[in-house]
Nanobody
């Protein structure tokens, strides 16, 4: 079973950038053979899918309102997933989760909080 731990969240000003990381581990889980995703949740909203990336990192897909601002990437040698977030907006304030698989149905970590505020 996979264990996922996110890091890199914090307070950032509108227009700023932050890079989230996700460390994957677990016996029997081959990170390099699994698509991975980033999700987020805000108070009053459900869990939103943000982006997904294929196992080899060759293809990614984003929800429309983050296209051009967020970039999902991975380092299979380090069992690590990343989310580079640029030009952040107040509405990007949320708890961000990495998740196993494509979409929002897989195992996810405990999350890391990103607050976008002056």
């Amino acid at each position: 079973q996979v264990q996922l731990v996110e890091s890199g969240g914090g307070l950032v000003q509108p227009g700023g950038s932050v890079r989230l990381s996700c460390a994957a581990s677990g016996s029997g889980f081959e990170f390099s053979q699994n698509a991975m995703s980033w999700l987020r949740q805000t108070p009053g909203k459900g869990l939103e899918w943000i982006a997904s990336l294929t196992a080899d990192g060759s293809y990614s897909k984003y929800i429309r309102f983050v296209e051009g601002r967020f970039t999902i990437s991975r380092d299979n040698a380090k069992n690590a997933l990343y989310l580079q977030m640029n030009n952040l907006e107040v509405d990007d304030t949320a708890t961000y989760y990495c998740a196993e698989g494509w979409g929002k149905g897989g195992t996810r970590g405990p999350g890391t909080r990103v607050t976008v505020s002056e």
